[in-house]
C-alpha cells in the first residue's frame, strides 16, 4: 500500500488518486505551462493502478458518467413517399396562377426595366396584388387545399390517442390521425395535412430534394447540437438527461462534405437556444424523451430564423457506432410557422413571396388554412388551437458541445 510522507500513513487507491489531483491543483498555481502539462501526464499515470483495478463507488460512479454531445449531421421534415395521400382536387395554386393577368402586366415591366435600366422591379411593386405574404390579412383567402384523406405518413403520437375528427368533443383540437408506415395508428403529424397538397411538398419535389441533398446542414446553417447525461447503458437506462442547444457556428464538414463527428462546438451565447433538460429513458436501444418546449436557431438559403416547437419529445435508436438515429415529434407554434414560411430575406428585402412561388403556394391561402388544421394547445379564452402537430428526422453524430462563460444578458 502507498505510504504518505505528508501524514506518516499508508494511503488507500482513492486517497492516492484524490491526493494526486491535490498535488496537481497546488502546483499549478506556481508553475510554467508547460510544467502543467508534465503534471497532468503524471496524474493520468498516477491514477492507473499496476493490477489494472478500477476504485469506484456508487457516487463516484455516477459522477464518472461522462456527459455525450452530439451534433445533428441530418434535420429535416417528413415527407411521405409511399403512400403519401391524395390530392382530388389538384394542387394548390400560386399568385401566378391566381391573379395571372396582373402578374403578366408585371413580368412584362420587370423585364423592360432589367433590360434598359439595368435594375429589378421590387415583389411587392404597385402592378402586383398587396403582398399577403408581408400582411395576411391584405388578400381574402383563395381557399387553400389541404391533404383531407388517408396517408401512411411516419411521426409519434403525440396526444396518446387515435384521434378522429368525428370523435372530438368540446375543447378538443378535432383531427384525424395518420398511420404509419409500419401500421401504427395515432400517428399526429398535421403539417403534413396542410403542406401535402402544395406542389414542393409532394414526394420527389423541391423540398424533398432539398431534404435529400442535406442543404441546410451543407449550406453553412446553424448547428444543432445535443447533450445527453447519465447515459450508463446505450442499450438499457432507465434516466438519462437530453437538451438540445443551437450553436452561432455551422457543422464542420470533411472533405467530402459529409457531416464530421467527434468535432468541438460553442453553444450559442443566448441561453434562449439553450432549451430545457427532458428526461428520458432507453429500452433495448431507443431513446425516448419526456415533452419539453425547444426553440432552436434555423438557417437554409434565405430563411434566418428560430423554430419554436412546444412539447418536443424525441424517439431515436442509439446505434452501436455512437450515432443516434431517429425522429423529433412536437406542436409547432402556429405563429411561428408562419413566421417560419414566409420572413425570408436577401439583405432587408423581404422574399417570402418569391419563396412561396417556388415551393408552390399562396401566402394568403396558407395564412387562413393553419388554424383549420392546428391540434394542440387550444387558447383558454378562445379555444382556437395554436399549433399543430409535426415531425422530422434527425441524425445524430458524437461532438462536443462547449458551455462558454455567459455575460448576464440586459
Known amino acids: 500500500m502507498p505510504f504518505d510522507r505528508r501524514t506518516g500513513t499508508h494511503m488507500t487507491d482513492l486517497q492516492r488518486v484524490n491526493r494526486s489531483f491535490d498535488w496537481a491543483r497546488e502546483a499549478a498555481r506556481t508553475t510554467t505551462y508547460s510544467h502543467v502539462v508534465v503534471i497532468a501526464l503524471s496524474v493520468l499515470i498516477l491514477g492507473c493502478d499496476s493490477d489494472n483495478r478500477e476504485v469506484k463507488t456508487g457516487a463516484a460512479q455516477a459522477e464518472a458518467t461522462p456527459v455525450r454531445g452530439y451534433v445533428m449531421a441530418r434535420w429535416f421534415d417528413e415527407i411521405p413517399h409511399d403512400e403519401p395521400g391524395e390530392c382530388p382536387e389538384g394542387l394548390n395554386v400560386t399568385e401566378v396562377e391566381y391573379f395571372s393577368e396582373q402578374w403578366e402586366r408585371y413580368m412584362v415591366e420587370r423585364t423592360r426595366?432589367?433590360?434598359?435600366?439595368g435594375r429589378f422591379l421590387e415583389w411587392d411593386h404597385a402592378l402586383l396584388p398587396p403582398d399577403a405574404c408581408q400582411d395576411p390579412r391584405a388578400q381574402p383567402d383563395p381557399g387553400y387545399l389541404t391533404l383531407n384523406g388517408p396517408a401512411r405518413v411516419s411521426g409519434l403520437d403525440l396526444d396518446g390517442v387515435a384521434s378522429s375528427r368525428s370523435a372530438a368533443q368540446a375543447g378538443q383540437c378535432g383531427?384525424?390521425?395518420?398511420?404509419?408506415p409500419d401500421g401504427r395508428p395515432g400517428i399526429d403529424n398535421q403539417a403534413w395535412r396542410l403542406m401535402g397538397c402544395v406542389r414542393g411538398y409532394r414526394p420527389n419535389d423541391l423540398m424533398d430534394r432539398l431534404h435529400k441533398a442535406n442543404t441546410m446542414i451543407n449550406e453553412?446553417?446553424?448547428a444543432i447540437l445535443m447533450e445527453i447525461s447519465g447515459m450508463d447503458d446505450p442499450v438499457n437506462d432507465d434516466?438519462?438527461?437530453v437538451q438540445f442547444l443551437s450553436s452561432a457556428a455551422p457543422?464542420?464538414?470533411?472533405a467530402l462534405g459529409e457531416p464530421m463527428e467527434m468535432v468541438?462546438?460553442?453553444?450559442?451565447?443566448?441561453t434562449t437556444y439553450h432549451n430545457a433538460v427532458a428526461r428520458g429513458r432507453i429500452v433495448?436501444?431507443?431513446l425516448t424523451t419526456d415533452p419539453v418546449d425547444l426553440r432552436l436557431k434555423i438557417k437554409q438559403q434565405t430563411q434566418d430564423n428560430a423554430v419554436y416547437y412546444r412539447d418536443a419529445r424525441i424517439r431515436g435508436t442509439v446505434l452501436a457506432d455512437g450515432r443516434i438515429e431517429g425522429t423529433l415529434g412536437a406542436y409547432w407554434d402556429n405563429e411561428n410557422f408562419w413566421s417560419m414560411m414566409n420572413d425570408h430575406m436577401i439583405g432587408d428585402r423581404h422574399q417570402g413571396r418569391n419563396a412561396a412561388f417556388n415551393r408552390g403556394f399562396m401566402c394568403a391561402g396558407l395564412y387562413h388554412a393553419i388554424p383549420r388544421v392546428a391540434d394542440g394547445h387550444p387558447d383558454p379564452e378562445t379555444g382556437e388551437c395554436t399549433s399543430m402537430s409535426m415531425a422530422l428526422h434527425f441524425e445524430a453524430k458524437p461532438a462536443f458541445v462547449i458551455r462558454p462563460t455567459?455575460?448576464?444578458r440586459d
Open 251 to 254: 457543422v464542420s464538414l470533411n
Open 284 to 286: 433495448d436501444g431507443v
Open 239 to 241: 434516466d438519462v438527461a
Open 264 to 270: 468541438s462546438f460553442t453553444a450559442h451565447s443566448d
Open 113 to 117: 426595366v432589367r433590360e434598359e435600366e
Open 175 to 180: 383531427h384525424d390521425d395518420f398511420v404509419d
Open 220 to 222: 453553412g446553417g446553424y
Open 406 to 408: 455567459l455575460a448576464s
